[in-house]
Protein backbone atom coordinates (compact mmCIF):
# COMPACT_ATOMS: atom_id res chain seq x y z
CA UNK A 1 0.00 0.00 0.00
CA UNK A 2 1.72 3.31 -0.98
CA UNK A 3 1.49 6.20 1.15
CA UNK A 4 2.19 9.90 -0.07
CA UNK A 5 2.82 12.95 2.75
CA UNK A 6 2.71 15.76 0.57
CA UNK A 7 4.12 19.08 2.62
CA UNK A 8 3.16 18.15 5.67
CA UNK A 9 3.79 20.23 8.69
CA UNK A 10 3.47 19.55 12.16
CA UNK A 11 3.53 20.98 15.34
CA UNK A 12 1.92 19.64 18.60
CA UNK A 13 1.57 22.96 20.52
CA UNK A 14 -1.19 24.81 18.12
CA UNK A 15 -1.07 27.80 20.58
CA UNK A 16 1.65 30.67 19.14
CA UNK A 17 3.16 30.88 15.71
CA UNK A 18 6.88 30.90 16.82
CA UNK A 19 8.92 28.89 14.19
CA UNK A 20 10.21 26.85 16.65
CA UNK A 21 6.86 25.20 17.20
CA UNK A 22 6.52 23.26 14.14
CA UNK A 23 8.18 19.65 14.55
CA UNK A 24 7.69 19.05 11.11
CA UNK A 25 8.33 21.29 8.14
CA UNK A 26 6.76 20.70 4.57
CA UNK A 27 7.73 16.83 4.79
CA UNK A 28 7.72 15.05 1.03
CA UNK A 29 7.88 11.42 0.90
CA UNK A 30 6.62 8.70 -1.30
CA UNK A 31 6.93 4.95 0.47
CA UNK A 32 5.65 2.85 -2.41
CA UNK A 33 3.43 -0.19 -2.09
CA UNK A 34 5.46 -3.82 -0.75
CA UNK A 35 8.65 -1.51 -0.39
CA UNK A 36 10.67 -1.96 2.81
CA UNK A 37 11.80 1.76 3.99
CA UNK A 38 13.95 3.09 7.20
CA UNK A 39 13.58 6.10 8.43
CA UNK A 40 16.76 7.58 10.66
CA UNK A 41 18.10 11.03 12.15
CA UNK A 42 18.79 12.42 15.29
CA UNK A 43 16.96 12.23 18.38
CA UNK A 44 13.72 14.42 18.28
CA UNK A 45 14.03 14.90 14.31
CA UNK A 46 10.69 14.07 14.10
CA UNK A 47 10.95 10.14 12.82
CA UNK A 48 8.15 9.11 15.54
CA UNK A 49 5.69 12.34 14.74
CA UNK A 50 5.61 11.16 11.06
CA UNK A 51 4.64 7.55 12.46
CA UNK A 52 2.03 8.92 14.12
CA UNK A 53 0.48 10.70 11.18
CA UNK A 54 0.60 8.11 8.77
CA UNK A 55 -0.98 5.95 11.39
CA UNK A 56 -3.74 8.61 11.49
CA UNK A 57 -3.28 9.16 15.77
CA UNK A 58 -2.75 12.93 15.05
CA UNK A 59 -3.97 15.25 11.85
CA UNK A 60 -1.51 17.38 9.89
CA UNK A 61 -1.40 20.71 10.66
CA UNK A 62 -1.07 21.22 7.07
CA UNK A 63 -0.47 19.31 3.68
CA UNK A 64 -1.82 15.69 3.56
CA UNK A 65 -1.36 12.13 4.13
CA UNK A 66 -2.45 9.57 1.26
CA UNK A 67 -2.42 5.96 2.16
CA UNK A 68 -3.82 3.44 -0.63
CA UNK A 69 -5.95 4.52 -3.61
CA UNK A 70 -7.86 6.18 -1.53
CA UNK A 71 -7.53 7.19 2.06
CA UNK A 72 -6.49 11.16 2.45
CA UNK A 73 -5.64 12.70 5.64
CA UNK A 74 -5.89 16.46 5.20
CA UNK A 75 -5.30 19.43 7.50
CA UNK A 76 -9.21 19.82 7.81
CA UNK A 77 -9.98 16.47 8.51
CA UNK A 78 -10.21 14.88 12.05
CA UNK A 79 -7.60 12.63 13.35
CA UNK A 80 -8.94 9.46 11.99
CA UNK A 81 -7.06 5.93 13.24
CA UNK A 82 -5.92 4.07 10.12
CA UNK A 83 -6.63 0.19 10.29
CA UNK A 84 -4.30 -0.59 7.54
CA UNK A 85 -1.90 0.68 9.26
CA UNK A 86 0.14 -1.32 11.80
CA UNK A 87 2.21 0.96 14.39
CA UNK A 88 4.73 -0.91 17.18
CA UNK A 89 5.61 1.73 19.08
CA UNK A 90 9.39 1.47 20.97
CA UNK A 91 9.65 -0.54 23.89
CA UNK A 92 5.60 -1.92 23.12
CA UNK A 93 6.04 -4.67 25.58
CA UNK A 94 5.56 -2.08 28.23
CA UNK A 95 1.96 -1.82 26.86
CA UNK A 96 0.98 -5.81 27.45
CA UNK A 97 -1.24 -5.68 30.25
CA UNK A 98 -3.63 -8.78 29.91
CA UNK A 99 -3.44 -12.04 31.93
CA UNK A 100 -2.76 -13.89 28.89
CA UNK A 101 -0.21 -13.98 25.87
CA UNK A 102 -3.37 -14.59 24.01
CA UNK A 103 -5.71 -11.76 25.47
CA UNK A 104 -3.04 -9.58 24.88
CA UNK A 105 -2.56 -10.27 20.62
CA UNK A 106 -6.40 -10.54 21.07
CA UNK A 107 -7.17 -6.84 22.40
CA UNK A 108 -6.89 -5.32 18.74
CA UNK A 109 -9.11 -7.63 17.30
CA UNK A 110 -11.56 -7.74 20.31
CA UNK A 111 -11.83 -3.76 19.68
CA UNK A 112 -12.98 -4.72 16.53
CA UNK A 113 -15.72 -7.29 16.99
CA UNK A 114 -13.79 -10.69 15.87
CA UNK A 115 -15.42 -14.00 16.76
CA UNK A 116 -12.88 -15.69 19.75
CA UNK A 117 -12.53 -18.44 16.96
CA UNK A 118 -11.24 -15.97 14.54
CA UNK A 119 -8.73 -14.74 16.91
CA UNK A 120 -7.60 -17.58 18.22
CA UNK A 121 -6.59 -18.94 15.06
CA UNK A 122 -5.23 -15.93 13.80
CA UNK A 123 -3.08 -15.42 17.10
CA UNK A 124 -1.43 -19.01 16.72
CA UNK A 125 -0.63 -18.58 12.79
CA UNK A 126 0.96 -15.21 13.57
CA UNK A 127 2.89 -16.37 16.90
CA UNK A 128 3.77 -19.33 14.95
CA UNK A 129 5.43 -16.93 12.16
CA UNK A 130 7.07 -15.23 14.70
CA UNK A 131 8.84 -17.90 16.22
CA UNK A 132 6.54 -17.90 19.78
CA UNK A 133 6.08 -21.29 21.47
CA UNK A 134 2.45 -22.59 21.17
CA UNK A 135 2.31 -22.88 24.98
CA UNK A 136 3.25 -19.30 25.30
CA UNK A 137 0.14 -17.96 24.50
CA UNK A 138 -1.60 -19.31 27.44
CA UNK A 139 1.43 -17.84 29.85
CA UNK A 140 1.12 -14.15 31.33
CA UNK A 141 3.10 -11.91 29.48
CA UNK A 142 5.31 -11.08 32.41
CA UNK A 143 6.82 -14.64 32.06
CA UNK A 144 8.31 -14.52 28.90
CA UNK A 145 11.88 -13.06 28.02
CA UNK A 146 12.98 -9.39 26.77
CA UNK A 147 12.74 -10.79 22.81
CA UNK A 148 9.57 -12.81 23.55
CA UNK A 149 7.89 -10.20 24.81
CA UNK A 150 9.02 -7.74 22.08
CA UNK A 151 7.46 -10.63 19.39
CA UNK A 152 3.97 -11.01 21.27
CA UNK A 153 3.48 -7.32 21.74
CA UNK A 154 4.49 -7.78 17.57
CA UNK A 155 1.83 -10.31 17.25
CA UNK A 156 -0.58 -8.33 18.93
CA UNK A 157 -0.50 -5.59 15.80
CA UNK A 158 0.41 -8.19 12.84
CA UNK A 159 -2.53 -10.34 13.88
CA UNK A 160 -4.81 -7.27 12.64
CA UNK A 161 -2.95 -8.17 9.23
CA UNK A 162 -2.29 -4.44 8.48
CA UNK A 163 -1.05 -3.61 4.82
CA UNK A 164 1.08 -1.27 5.96
CA UNK A 165 3.52 -1.88 9.55
CA UNK A 166 5.72 1.15 11.28
CA UNK A 167 8.08 -0.35 13.95
CA UNK A 168 9.45 2.24 16.00
CA UNK A 169 12.89 1.01 16.78
CA UNK A 170 11.61 -2.79 16.92
CA UNK A 171 15.07 -4.07 18.15
CA UNK A 172 16.15 -1.58 20.46
CA UNK A 173 17.70 -3.28 23.42
CA UNK A 174 17.76 -6.61 22.12
CA UNK A 175 20.93 -8.63 21.93
CA UNK A 176 22.08 -9.04 18.42
CA UNK A 177 20.68 -12.58 18.05
CA UNK A 178 17.23 -11.69 18.60
CA UNK A 179 17.97 -8.47 17.36
CA UNK A 180 18.58 -10.68 13.81
CA UNK A 181 15.84 -13.10 14.14
CA UNK A 182 13.65 -10.18 14.71
CA UNK A 183 14.43 -8.19 11.63
CA UNK A 184 14.64 -11.66 9.66
CA UNK A 185 10.78 -12.20 10.78
CA UNK A 186 9.71 -9.15 9.49
CA UNK A 187 11.56 -9.02 6.14
CA UNK A 188 10.32 -12.62 5.71
CA UNK A 189 6.63 -11.26 6.61
CA UNK A 190 6.95 -8.49 3.88
CA UNK A 191 8.17 -10.29 1.53
CA UNK A 192 5.41 -13.63 1.87
CA UNK A 193 2.49 -11.04 2.41
CA UNK A 194 3.71 -8.63 -0.21
CA UNK A 195 3.17 -5.51 2.80
CA UNK A 196 4.69 -2.45 3.42
CA UNK A 197 7.29 -1.53 5.82
CA UNK A 198 8.76 1.45 7.61
CA UNK A 199 11.15 0.80 9.85
CA UNK A 200 12.26 3.60 12.24
CA UNK A 201 15.86 3.19 14.00
CA UNK A 202 18.89 4.52 15.32
CA UNK A 203 21.02 1.21 13.59
CA UNK A 204 22.59 1.80 10.63
CA UNK A 205 23.22 -1.77 9.88
CA UNK A 206 19.55 -2.95 9.62
CA UNK A 207 18.85 -0.10 7.22
CA UNK A 208 21.39 -1.01 5.00
CA UNK A 209 21.10 -4.58 5.34
CA UNK A 210 16.74 -4.20 4.75
CA UNK A 211 15.50 -1.11 3.16
CA UNK A 212 14.82 -0.28 -0.44
CA UNK A 213 15.03 3.47 0.40
CA UNK A 214 16.05 4.98 3.46
CA UNK A 215 14.44 8.81 4.59
CA UNK A 216 17.38 10.93 6.22
CA UNK A 217 15.39 13.62 8.97
CA UNK A 218 16.88 16.53 10.23
CA UNK A 219 15.06 19.24 12.67
CA UNK A 220 11.81 18.03 10.99
CA UNK A 221 12.85 18.05 7.60
CA UNK A 222 13.09 15.28 4.92
CA UNK A 223 17.13 15.84 3.99
CA UNK A 224 17.01 12.71 1.78
CA UNK A 225 15.21 9.91 0.45
CA UNK A 226 17.66 7.26 -1.46
CA UNK A 227 18.52 4.11 -1.86
CA UNK A 228 21.11 2.93 1.26
CA UNK A 229 24.14 2.38 -0.66
CA UNK A 230 24.02 6.02 -2.45
CA UNK A 231 23.26 7.45 0.61
CA UNK A 232 25.77 5.87 2.60
CA UNK A 233 28.37 6.49 -0.15
CA UNK A 234 27.76 9.92 -1.64
CA UNK A 235 26.68 11.53 1.77
CA UNK A 236 28.52 9.94 4.49
CA UNK A 237 29.89 13.34 5.64
CA UNK A 238 26.52 14.95 6.53
CA UNK A 239 25.29 11.98 7.92
CA UNK A 240 28.84 12.38 10.14
CA UNK A 241 28.30 15.87 10.86
CA UNK A 242 24.39 15.39 12.12
CA UNK A 243 25.63 13.12 14.20
CA UNK A 244 24.54 9.59 12.79
CA UNK A 245 26.33 6.43 12.44
CA UNK A 246 27.52 5.04 9.40
CA UNK A 247 27.90 1.20 8.84
CA UNK A 248 30.82 -0.53 9.92
CA UNK A 249 31.67 -1.29 6.02
CA UNK A 250 31.66 2.26 5.02
CA UNK A 251 34.34 3.19 8.17
CA UNK A 252 36.36 0.62 7.31
CA UNK A 253 36.39 1.19 3.64
CA UNK A 254 37.64 4.99 4.18
CA UNK A 255 39.89 3.73 7.00
CA UNK A 256 41.67 1.58 4.40
CA UNK A 257 41.18 4.12 1.57
CA UNK A 258 43.08 7.28 4.10
CA UNK A 259 46.24 4.81 3.47
CA UNK A 260 45.86 4.17 -0.08
CA UNK A 261 47.50 6.40 -3.24
CA UNK A 262 44.38 5.76 -5.60
CA UNK A 263 41.43 4.63 -2.92
CA UNK A 264 39.27 1.72 -3.88
CA UNK A 265 35.89 2.42 -5.31
CA UNK A 266 32.73 0.74 -5.00
CA UNK A 267 29.50 0.52 -6.48
CA UNK A 268 27.60 -1.51 -3.90
CA UNK A 269 27.55 -1.68 -0.13
CA UNK A 270 27.39 -5.18 -0.08
CA UNK A 271 30.28 -7.07 1.81
CA UNK A 272 30.76 -9.29 -0.84
CA UNK A 273 31.19 -6.93 -3.45
CA UNK A 274 33.82 -4.72 -0.63
CA UNK A 275 35.87 -7.71 -0.56
CA UNK A 276 36.16 -8.28 -4.52
CA UNK A 277 37.04 -4.51 -4.94
CA UNK A 278 40.04 -4.90 -2.25
CA UNK A 279 40.88 -8.08 -3.46
CA UNK A 280 41.00 -6.66 -7.33
CA UNK A 281 42.71 -3.61 -6.08
CA UNK A 282 45.58 -5.77 -4.59
CA UNK A 283 46.36 -7.72 -7.43
CA UNK A 284 46.01 -4.75 -9.73
CA UNK A 285 48.24 -2.39 -7.83
CA UNK A 286 51.54 -2.53 -6.08
CA UNK A 287 50.32 -1.14 -3.01
CA UNK A 288 52.53 0.04 -0.11
CA UNK A 289 50.35 -0.31 2.93
CA UNK A 290 50.48 2.31 5.77
CA UNK A 291 51.81 5.59 5.70
N1 LIG B 1 3.39 14.69 22.79
C1 LIG B 1 4.25 15.66 22.54
N2 LIG B 1 4.02 16.94 22.93
C2 LIG B 1 4.88 17.94 22.68
N3 LIG B 1 6.05 17.77 22.00
C3 LIG B 1 6.35 16.54 21.59
C4 LIG B 1 5.48 15.42 21.84
N4 LIG B 1 6.04 14.31 21.29
C5 LIG B 1 7.21 14.72 20.74
N5 LIG B 1 7.39 16.04 20.92
C6 LIG B 1 8.53 16.82 20.42
O1 LIG B 1 8.58 16.69 19.00
C7 LIG B 1 9.94 16.59 18.54
C8 LIG B 1 10.05 15.36 17.66
O2 LIG B 1 9.80 14.23 18.46
P1 LIG B 1 9.76 12.75 17.89
O3 LIG B 1 9.34 11.88 19.01
O4 LIG B 1 8.95 12.74 16.65
O5 LIG B 1 11.30 12.54 17.53
P2 LIG B 1 12.08 11.22 17.11
O6 LIG B 1 12.82 11.55 15.85
O7 LIG B 1 11.15 10.07 17.09
O8 LIG B 1 13.17 11.07 18.29
P3 LIG B 1 13.79 9.74 18.97
O9 LIG B 1 14.85 9.25 18.04
O10 LIG B 1 14.37 10.25 20.23
O11 LIG B 1 12.68 8.75 19.20
C9 LIG B 1 10.82 16.57 19.78
O12 LIG B 1 11.35 17.86 19.96
C10 LIG B 1 9.86 16.25 20.90
O13 LIG B 1 10.26 16.89 22.10
MG1 LIG C 1 10.99 8.35 18.28
Redesign the pocket.
Known amino acids: MQIIAKDVSYR ?2 QIGSEESNW ?2 HQVNVTIPSHSFVS ?1 I ?12 LIKGLIRPAAGSIGIGEQKKSNCDDKADVNNEVGLVF ?1 YPEHQLFEMTVLDDIAFGPKQLGWSMETISEKAEQVARALGLKRESLQQSPFHLSGGEKRKAALAGVMVMDPEVLIL ?2 PAAGLDPVSRRSLMELIESWRKTAQKTVIL ?1 T ?1 HMEDALAYSDEIIV ?1 DK ?1 KVLYQLPPDQLFLEHEDELIKMGLDIPDQVKLLNKLNRRLAVPIKVESLKEEHILEKIAEYYKKNEVTYGS
Not at 41 to 52: E, N
Open positions: YDILVGHTGSGKSTLAKQDEIHMG
